[in-house]
């Protein structure tokens, strides 16, 4: 069974620092890209990041670039990100997703259950 | 980057309607297109990828179409479990969302 357990996610001050994990289990992990993706409390989602299957390419969206940093640890079979210059706009639930392909297309097949950040001083 | 609209904003429907909900693209995006329930409280669950193939056990009252800049989602016959947000995404440039549909009981 493919499972994506997150953690890490709390209460932190503007400026401060977090970093995220998102276990993954149940399915080859160093095989597939990873996402990021966040929604604020009565929000829609946002995608957030995502990290090819070695870890040598990444991608942000705009609103995070140069504060997030996407990795993983393959032999760990962890997905991270780490949060740096935090904001109250950062406020949000973040999902790691898994980045599934079949015939050409690509999609975002499983999702964990969230981890709540909250920046606020 | 491409751009995600969805209509309506929200609808209300009865157990048993036909349900449709519009995604647009801001450029072609081919068939590059999912759509996700989301439900208060827990993550998005994908019902369809490529635009009309619909995911393993998702129930077939659940329909895609389209290609390039306008999708639709249908339910053939709302059922009491399908009061939820459904989201469309294009996987055609990176990741967008489209803003969501609120799905609740008339």
Not at chain 1, 39 to 67: E, F, H
Request: net charge positive; glycine share 10%.
């Amino acid at each position: 069974e493919v499972q994506l357990v997150e953690s890490g996610g709390g209460l932190v001050q503007p400026g401060g620092s977090l970093r995220l994990s998102c276990a993954a289990s149940g399915f080859p992990f160093s095989s597939y890209w990873m996402h990021w993706v966040r929604q604020a409390p009565g929000k829609g989602l946002v995608w957030v990041s995502r990290i090819n299957s070695d870890g040598s390419s990444t991608s942000y969206a705009d609103s995070v670039k140069g504060r997030f940093t996407i990795s993983r640890d393959n032999a760990k079979n962890t997905l991270y990100l780490q949060m740096n210059s935090l904001r109250a706009e950062d406020t949000a639930v973040y999902y790691c997703a898994r980045w599934s392909h079949s015939s050409g297309y690509y999609y975002l097949d499983y999702w964990g259950q969230g981890t709540l950040v909250t920046v606020s001083s | 980057d491409i751009q995600m609209t969805q209509s309506p904003s929200s609808l209300s429907a009865s157990v048993g309607d036909r349900v449709t909900i519009t995604c647009r693209a801001s450029q072609s995006i081919s068939s590059y297109l999912s759509w996700f329930q989301q439900k208060p409280g827990k993550p998005p669950k994908l019902l369809i990828y490529a635009a009309s193939t619909l995911q393993s056990g998702v129930p077939s009252r659940f329909s895609g179409s389209g290609s390039g800049t306008d999708f639709t989602l249908t339910i053939s016959s709302l059922q009491p479990e399908d009061f939820a947000t459904y989201y469309c995404q294009q996987s055609y440039s990176t990741v967008t969302f489209g803003p969501g549909t609120k799905v609740d009981i008339k």
